[in-house]
Every structure is written in structure tokens, then in C-alpha cells.
């Protein structure tokens, strides 16, 4: 038997499980940013620096989860997708997760217009997340899906960090961390969905490949997002 | 005073709607294929042919309006906007606007398969359809608002189409209309709605263009469809 065609064979369901929740070593929990961050070394400005530049990743998502449905041809799948976009945009004025993050904006002492106006932005979130919110345009649309499946890594990081910014920034109001608290809850069913959609619809080996491709792609997003956040936050002692 | 200058001041809120509403005269409402529906012209599979290729248009709406959604940058207006995809959706199994259009075809004798899968959908039709689509994900949102416009002349045609239905089609059940009647009460809301946005948005007079130009390239996709669909058409006597 030729091995290099062996190892050609699809995944079983459950190996294709175990090799996408095996990207977590891609995750950015681990990257430097996040460890200073969880370990208190942050300055309140470096805090707001984050949060001000999160932000342009937070407001790209909705128009990422929108692109994803724009290009899916299933309704039964989009009935579920849009649901992401009524949990960011909200039903009414001063809800969702967008304004969730606003709250903890002004929460660690940044004003709204300043948040929403991108001038604390550097370039290098805005060239990470603008590729996210490219991807889901212009690449199949199962492949947005996986790219999504960072999600299966975020409750733990969430919860680190409402540990943390207990701890370590306690001048943080603890109303500000709704965001993060909402996540924990949030993310487990969205990532079910979207890895149930994922094992449907990757079944040959190549299209396991490239949903595994599009999730290091996502973690690669999120990396870069907290380099460029690092770099230019150490003028900011 | 310079006249060419002067012709290029903004269009007062009133003169805009009017020359928004003005382009009725190129609605598909008169196009020799519905003229010829309307007085009963239609064979039975001239019918089927309508309801087939139209569902390819009708598909490609919920597509179209989570491309605005991808493109918008206002939760609040991605709000309203986000019920669009709702109706065409439904909330569940065998709800919503494309369900309706599937209940049409059954009631003109299609089997829901030939529908799905498109083996009756002509390329005119398809290319008129696609390029709605790609217009909305290329072009800046505000002009996929304005390109929804022909909603506001949807109500009248949809009135004439039940009565054609009813006088000149009998053999086709009363229940395959809903989507029509739907239409009555769904389209001048949704067209309000637009309108409001279009005249927020296009305040120079460029823009005001450009808003009728989208209008007029939305027009031009519903008038060629039916081109493509008449020309296929005549074949089935």
C-alpha cells in the first residue's frame, strides 16, 4: 500500500475533531501580549491601547458573519448564522456585543468617539482584521465557517481574564467585563454549530485540509492583531 | 450664473423622491413578457418557465441583502436591515419568502427539485441575477439601498398580478400565491425604510446621481431577466 496516498484517506470525524482543537497551540492566549496582560504587567494605558484597537477586530465581526451568509447557499444554516449578527449588533439601541465592548471602553477610561473614530488604530490590526473580513468575502463560504472555530478555544482565555483584570486592574469597573462574561455562555454553542458544519461539509481529506488551513489562518489574525497591539503599545508606559 | 453649475445643486429631499419614483417608467411592470402574463397570454409551461427562472432571482435575494449587511457600517441600520433576511428566510422549516416562492412552483405543477436544482434557469437570467449580486458586494452599500428601490413599485404590480392570476390562470391554487400578497404589505415598508437611508446618505447631488443610477441598474437586471425569459419562452407553446 502507497503511504503517501494512505495518508491521503479523510480524517475520521473524530480525528478531524482532534486535529482542529489541536491548532490550539496556535491560539492567542499564548501569545506575549495576553501573558503580560493576565500576569498584570500592563500599564493603564497599554490596557486602553488594547481595548481601543480590539475594537476594529469587534466591529469587522458582524460584517465578516454577514459576508459568510452573503455567500452561503443554505437557508436552513443561515437561519442559525444570523443569529451571530443579532448577538453583536443587538435588537435595540445599547445592546449587543459591539456595545458591550464600547461599555468596557469607557470602562478602562476611554471615551466612545474616540473608540469609534479608529484613531488609536495602527495599521497592522486594521491589515489583520481587514484580511479576515477579505477572506470571508472572497473564499467559500464553509471555509469562513472554519475559520470561526477559534472559537472553541475562547471560554478558557475569557475566563482567564476576568480572573485577571480582577486581580491585577481592579481600577477596571467589574460592569465593564460583561463582554467577556457573555462570551463564555456565547461561544460554546456558536463553535458546536459551526464544527458540526465544518464535519458536514469537509469530508474528503483536501477539504479537511483546507478548513484546518483556514482555522491556522484565523489563529495567524488573531497573532498579528496583538504583535502590531504589542509594538506600539511599549511607548506606553 | 453658471447654468451647468447651477443644474448641480443637490436636488431638494422632495425633487430626489420624485425622480427616485420617476423611474417607474422603467420598471419591468410593462415589459411585453408581464403585459403578456397579465391578459392571460401565457401557456401553462410559459408559466412554469416564469416561476423557475425567477426562484434563481429570488435565491440570490437574502445573498444580496447580507452583502449590504457586510458592507454596512451602522449596527443600527444593519438592524432594520437584518428583517429582510428574516422574510426571505423564515425563522423555521418551511417559512419565509423563498418557501412561498417553492409553494408557487408547486401550485404551476414544478416538482420543488427542478426548481432547486436549476436545470430550467437560463443564462440571461442567471447573469442578470448575478450581477445584482456582485453589484451589491462591490458597490458601496449605500447604492445597494438605493438599487432596493424598485420595492416601491412592487405593491401595484403584485395587486395586478393576483387579479391576472385569478381571472386568467384558475388552474393554478390560490394557496401558491401567498408570496404576491405577502409582497403587498412587506414592500412598502421595506422601500419607506430605504428611502429614508438613500436620502440620509445621497446629499450631493453626485450622490443623488449615482442613487438614481443604481435604481436605473436595478431596473436594467429585472427588465433583462425577463428578456431572457420571454426569448426562452417562445419555444413553449
Not at 40 to 50: A, D, I, K
Not at 70 to 75: E, G, I, L
Not at 146 to 171: G, I, K, N
Not at 176 to 187: K, M, S
Amino acid at each position: 500500500m502507497d503511504t503517501l496516498l494512505a495518508t491521503r484517506e479523510p480524517l475520521t470525524p473524530a480525528a478531524f475533531e482532534e486535529a482542529l482543537r489541536g491548532q490550539v497551540h496556535r491560539y492567542h492566549h499564548i501569545h506575549p501580549f495576553h501573558l503580560a496582560m493576565h500576569e498584570g504587567r500592563l500599564s493603564r494605558p497599554q490596557v486602553q491601547h488594547w481595548v481601543a484597537n480590539r475594537y476594529y477586530y469587534q466591529q469587522i465581526v458582524p460584517k465578516k458573519d454577514a459576508a459568510i451568509l452573503s455567500n452561503c447557499p443554505d437557508p436552513a444554516i443561515r437561519r442559525v448564522w444570523i443569529e451571530r449578527l443579532h448577538t453583536q449588533d443587538g435588537t435595540a439601541d445599547g445592546q449587543g456585543g459591539l456595545e458591550s465592548w464600547l461599555h468596557l471602553a469607557e470602562a478602562v477610561g476611554l471615551a466612545r468617539e474616540e473608540v469609534l473614530d479608529e484613531r488609536h488604530v495602527v495599521p497592522g490590526v486594521r491589515f489583520a482584521a481587514d484580511a479576515y473580513l477579505t477572506f470571508t468575502r472572497t473564499q467559500p463560504w464553509t471555509l469562513g465557517v472554519a475559520a470561526s472555530l477559534t472559537e472553541l478555544f475562547a471560554p478558557d482565555l475569557m475566563r482567564e481574564r476576568l480572573a485577571a483584570f480582577a486581580q491585577h486592574y481592579a481600577w477596571v469597573d467589574a460592569t465593564g467585563l460583561a463582554y467577556f462574561q457573555a462570551r463564555i455562555h456565547e461561544a460554546p454553542e456558536e463553535s458546536a454549530f459551526a464544527l458540526k458544519v465544518v464535519q458536514q461539509y469537509a469530508v474528503t481529506r483536501q477539504q479537511q485540509d483546507r478548513a484546518l488551513g483556514a482555522l491556522r489562518f484565523k489563529c495567524d489574525v488573531l497573532w498579528s492583531l496583538l504583535d502590531a497591539i504589542e509594538h506600539t503599545a511599549q511607548a506606553l508606559r
